[in-house]
């Protein structure tokens, strides 16, 4: 059902954690669907210096998670904002269909964490 | 180490089914419907295997009816007491069922609904038992067929059959019982539960996948979904699945003439798991404290997913599921989770054990280390600690 590189993450999440004092925070989903995504970025610079994550669901929910936060750490956010979903599947190497859409919330939580930082700046 | 317990999805085949069964492959291959020598002892192997399972459900013979399984049976019994009642222009078109009954039962209701038909689906209590005032509530004079699983699959609760029948029969409507979970768990016998109907299958009682049956008691009106050469006394055309039904008889006697003392060494075994799981913080047991199926240990963790603990404790060896194999792949939380009154969230963090006789002290000694761990792995990692805020 899952690839090996989710597996992996599920498995061996990265980045895994609550961050005290998160410059942004980006929380997704919901208990009624299973899912719940919490990502928690530090900037500077305009850059992602430290990103972390806490999330209730399933393998799949947890290893976007994880994978997310690999493919944004050290970014720009200019750069990190334009992580799409997609993104965060092909580097799973695929995920079922049926999760593609409850499940794959970690690009979404990414820009929400942006967007609440940008927010807490005046920046938007 | 591995640790099976998800016994209600499926069971290993007995090696002495097996053995029983090997010769109607190559040897003894003959149809049951052919004159020849073939062709009658294999009609004589499957007139003893009927046997065999009649005398587990108390019933006559000749009122058991070969099927492909649990699935088919459920089919049949609802489907072909619609289609008896529409084909001689009956005036009984509602049906009843619980809420809780396997998806092959709902979407059977379901889709005879399409068809013309009405359904009631009559809820139960928090542990999951159809009281018999829901019952009474529901049925109607042109009530046809009520329908409500013996043992759930899911929460493992245990109907009162005898009741809910003895209700049906007063208002001159069939009852129907699924009882693929409590064969040769709990003791069967078709009069004294006041049923019309009941459905086995045989992979749940260490008997081979794809054939099960249907009791289908002397003078109830069904039609059959299968028509041809009449095969099953008309109930169900096909050539009899020889091997599978042998293996079946054998399966049900084996698990009937053991019962006595495997369901004592299980249910000592199911308890003591249910008593050490409770101690995990924010955990609760689902289903009723006594009137439940004795393998059955059916919980929910709070604040986690049931899929990630299903595969973490595969991780350690552990084969579990979150309520029914047949839907575990889905997304939605288990309908009968949300019958006995849980919150989705609550739902989505289920988790079932289900035992079975060959299991050990050592499987729940492992399976009570490794649980603790593996919930608190993933309450680590959840945003949420104590409550859903």
Redesign the interface.
């Known amino acids: 059902?899952y690839s090996q590189k989710v597996?992996d993450h599920?498995?061996h999440?990265r980045n895994?954690g609550?961050m005290e004092n998160p410059d942004g925070v980006g929380?997704v989903g919901n208990?009624?669907?299973?899912?719940?995504?919490?990502i928690y970025i530090k900037v500077k610079d305009d850059k992602i210096e430290d990103i972390k994550w806490?999330?209730?669901?399933?393998?799949a929910?947890?290893a976007t998670s994880s994978m997310v936060t690999e493919l944004a750490k050290g970014l720009t956010l200019e750069e990190a904002e334009k992580i799409t979903r997609a993104d965060v599947a092909d580097a799973l190497e695929g995920l079922?269909p049926?999760k593609m859409h409850?499940s794959n919330l970690a690009a979404d939580g990414l820009r929400k964490a942006i967007e609440d930082y940008k927010k807490k700046r005046g920046l938007s | 180490m591995k640790v099976y317990l998800d016994h209600s999805a499926t069971s290993a085949v007995d090696p002495r089914v097996v053995d029983v069964m090997r010769p109607f492959f190559d040897k003894e291959y003959g149809n049951a419907s052919s004159l020849h020598q073939l062709g009658q002892e294999a009609h004589q192997a499957l007139e003893e295997a009927r046997g065999k399972v009649a005398q587990v459900l108390h019933c006559d013979p000749g009122e058991v009816v070969f099927t492909s399984g649990g699935t088919e049976s459920n089919n049949t019994a609802l489907k072909g007491a619609a289609f008896a009642q529409l084909a001689k222009g009956g005036e009984k078109k509602h049906l009843i069922a619980s809420t809780i009954e396997h998806d092959c039962v709902l979407n059977t209701c379901k889709w005879l609904e399409k068809i013309g038909f009405e359904v009631t689906y009559v809820p139960v209590d928090k542990y999951g038992l159809v009281t018999p005032e829901a019952l009474e509530d529901a049925i109607r004079k042109d009530t046809l067929l009520v329908s409500v699983m013996h043992a759930n699959n899911e929460i493992g609760t245990v109907q009162d059959i005898k009741e809910l029948g003895k209700i049906a029969h007063e208002h001159g409507a069939y009852f129907h019982t699924d009882a693929v979970q409590s064969i040769t768990k709990l003791p069967l016998d078709v009069k004294e539960m006041n049923v019309d109907m009941l459905s086995v299958s045989s992979h749940k009682i260490h008997g081979p996948k794809g054939v099960g049956c249907l009791y289908v008691k002397k003078g109830t009106k069904i039609d059959p979904l299968m028509h041809g050469g009449g095969h099953e006394r008309g109930f169900r055309s096909g050539t009899e699945n020889v091997s599978g039904i042998v293996g079946f008889g054998e399966a049900a006697k084996i698990g009937e003439e053991e019962r006595p003392t495997v369901m004592p060494h299980i249910t000592k075994l199911r308890d003591k798991l249910i008593e050490g799981t409770l101690e995990i913080e924010n955990s609760w047991l689902n289903g009723h404290p006594e009137k439940r199926l004795p393998i059955n240990a059916h919980f929910c963790f709070r604040?986690?997913?049931?899929?990630?603990l299903i595969?973490?404790l595969d991780?350690k060896g552990i084969s579990a599921s979150t309520g029914s194999a047949c839907s575990s792949?889905?997304?939605e939380?288990s309908h009968v989770l949300l019958a006995i009154g849980l919150?989705?969230?609550d739902a989505?963090s289920s988790l079932r054990l289900t035992l079975g006789r060959d299991n050990t002290e050592e499987d729940i000694d492992y399976t009570l280390e490794v649980l603790p761990e593996v919930v608190a792995d993933?309450r680590k990692?959840?945003?949420?600690k104590d409550s859903?805020e």
């Open positions: 059902m597996i599920f498995t999440p895994q609550r929380k208990p009624v669907c299973g899912d719940v995504m919490h806490e999330t209730m669901g399933c393998a929910a947890i079922p049926i409850c | 604040f986690i997913e049931g899929e990630s595969l973490r991780m792949k889905s997304l939380p919150p989705p969230e989505h993933l990692i959840s945003p949420f859903y």
